[in-house]
């Protein structure tokens, strides 16, 4: 009769459930799947923000259903509509009261470049006191190119290096300057034989 010696680890059990991977990659991996997005609606861009929240377009899929109206809560502040100068300096309270590391999207023509409004009330670019990462061209863009500009924020977040950056107290935590903004084109509406 043999007996059987017990070990700490049973690798039939225990070896099918670890994982190797680095701390930048865990943290990037975390921080790209759970972008909670902060809706600055200014215009009518923000119905289609409140669409891609819908069930046909569905934003939860990529872990940014938590839509945030506390800055302090939130990390990805989306801008839809035409910003004043009035506002402007609302936003940017709120932007700072964001807490480290957060991205910017600036929604639609207006929020990109101020849009049709020539105008001396009108800031021509939210890209004057914010960071601004995706730009989403359209007016108003569909929900299907503010889900692809979400896409990009979070291929930008996976290539970070959230520790170096940690250890240095630098703020987002990006190890080196990205090469520019990402430009979403909304060249999504059906296209009509002739």
């Not at 975390?30 to 046909?56: D, H, Q, Y």
């Not at 100068?85 to 700072?96: F, I, Q, S």
């Amino acid at each position: 009769m043999s007996q059987r010696l017990e070990t700490g680890f049973d690798p039939r059990v225990e070896g099918r459930d670890v994982i190797v991977t680095s701390v930048d990659a865990a943290i990037d991996w975390v921080r790209k799947n759970s972008c909670w997005p902060m809706p600055m609606g200014l215009a009518c861009c923000a119905i289609e923000l409140m669409a891609a929240g819908a069930s046909r377009f569905d934003i939860a899929r990529f872990g940014s259903e938590v839509m945030r109206f506390s800055p302090r809560q939130s990390d990805l502040m989306i801008v839809a509509g035409t910003c004043v100068y009035k506002m402007a300096g609302v936003v940017k309270r709120v932007w700072d009261q964001m807490p480290n590391p957060k991205w910017c999207i600036a929604m639609g023509a207006c929020a990109s470049s101020g849009g049709m409004y020539r105008s001396y009330a009108v800031v021509q670019g939210v890209d004057h006191f914010l960071p601004v990462d995706v730009y989403i061209s359209g007016c108003p863009p569909r929900p299907e190119a503010l889900l692809e500009g979400l896409m990009a924020i979070q291929r930008k977040i996976a290539h970070e290096k959230a520790v170096v950056n940690m250890k240095k107290g630098d703020g987002p935590g990006i190890s080196a300057p990205i090469s520019g903004p990402i430009i979403v084109r909304g060249e999504y509406a059906p296209k009509l034989r002739g």
